[in-house]
């Protein structure tokens, strides 16, 4: 498909043209006009595997869809936007993005969308919106899919604490949010320990999701403190923590996409959530009326919405026969429910 990028507006148009639209209150009210959809990406694409998968998904579903229409005329539209890396440019823009009326559907991944939108679905009532990655209940206009990223974080967790010789692992972040200080470190960290006893975590803090010099400066300060395994969530800057670390000798666990070939021996597992699975099934579901406005479906690695890439060959090599055999042993519990983690570490 050919992908035409409107320059200045950060607009991309993916020509998969119209379907019905379904944009009535509830999931089965069907109006009878050619359905647009909008991806409103918080970032650049190209900086984060994660929001471009979103992109990804959506296509997919358009593709799909309109493969099944009787005519042109029934066909969707899908646009892209790219939003940036500025958090405090989102409200504007995504109230830019609905104020055109254009849209039947804006869909979207961040946890912090749902309370962005909430003023904006007021203020156009009309506007339906999907968030991935987010929880909000009770907006009628408000779709959310939710992760369990307990599994995912805990997982990437034990896999630093199996592979750490110093005993000592980190998570970079690019920024403190509820997900990153409730799920993802807490657990990350508890994983570490339960792979190795007394095993610690740092916790730091980019301050964006762009920088990779302060990526590899945070690097090399947890280098020269004896840390061996980093976790990076930290979109562009994680760029500066592959090079840094491919320099000190330390290892990484990647948390987005299956990243391997980024810098093989380096990065030493990977994890992913399926957005683009979660992205196409939330847009099939919009485009056959039956979205369940205001309401959170919560998914995760047993419903098959995050995978652990243990069948790479970057993995094998550079993973000893022990450690992988111990993930296997984890992954096929946490999946068959034999091993089930708590939904609160504060006891």
């Known amino acids: ?139 009628r206009q408000i779709y959310t899919i939710s992760y369990n990223q307990r599994d995912q974080a805990y997982i990437s967790g034990y896999m630093a604490g199996l592979y750490s010789r110093s005993h000592k692992v980190a998570l970079v972040a690019a920024q403190e949010y509820p997900i990153m200080n409730n799920i993802l470190h807490p657990y990350f960290a508890r994983g570490a320990a339960d792979a190795y006893a007394g095993t610690s975590c740092e916790f730091r803090i980019v301050g964006n999701w762009y920088d990779a010099s302060k990526g590899a400066e945070i690097t090399n300060a947890l280098a020269d403190a004896g840390i061996d395994v980093i976790l990076p969530i930290c979109g562009g800057a994680s760029q500066g923590v592959i090079s840094a670390a491919g320099e000190r000798g330390q290892h990484i666990v990647w948390f987005d996409e299956n990243g391997f070939k980024k810098a093989p021996g380096t990065i030493i597992s990977c994890c992913m959530t399926r957005q683009a699975k979660a992205a196409k099934e939330a847009t099939l579901q919009y485009l056959a009326g039956d979205t369940p406005w205001g309401t959170i479906k919560e998914v995760g690695f047993k419903e098959g919405y995050a995978e652990f890439f243990d069948s790479d060959e970057n993995y094998i090599r550079h993973v000893s026969e022990d450690i992988r055999n111990k993930m296997k042993e984890l992954t096929a519990g946490l999946l068959d429910g034999s091993i089930s983690l708590p939904d609160s570490l504060d006891s």
Not at 23 to 28: A, D, E, I, P, V
Not at 56 to 63: C, P, R, Y
Not at 78 to 88: F, K
């Open 1 to 139: 498909m050919k992908v035409f990028r409107k320059y200045g507006q950060g607009l991309l148009l993916l020509p998969a043209l119209a379907l019905i639209s379904l944009s009535g209150c509830t999931g089965t009210e069907k109006s009878t006009h050619a359905a647009s959809i909008a991806v409103f990406i918080p970032g650049i694409m190209a900086d984060s595997p994660t929001y471009a998968h979103v992109a990804e998904g959506v296509q997919e579903a358009i593709e799909a869809f309109n493969g099944t229409a009787a005519s042109e005329a029934e066909k969707a539209t899908v646009y892209i936007m790219e939003a940036g890396t500025n958090q405090a440019e989102w409200p504007g823009k995504l109230t830019s993005l609905a104020a055109t009326g254009s849209y039947d559907l804006i869909i979207s991944s961040n946890p912090s969308l749902p309370e962005i939108a909430q003023p904006i679905a007021q203020q156009f009532p009309k506007q339906k919106f999907i968030f991935l990655d987010a929880a909000l209940a009770g907006n």
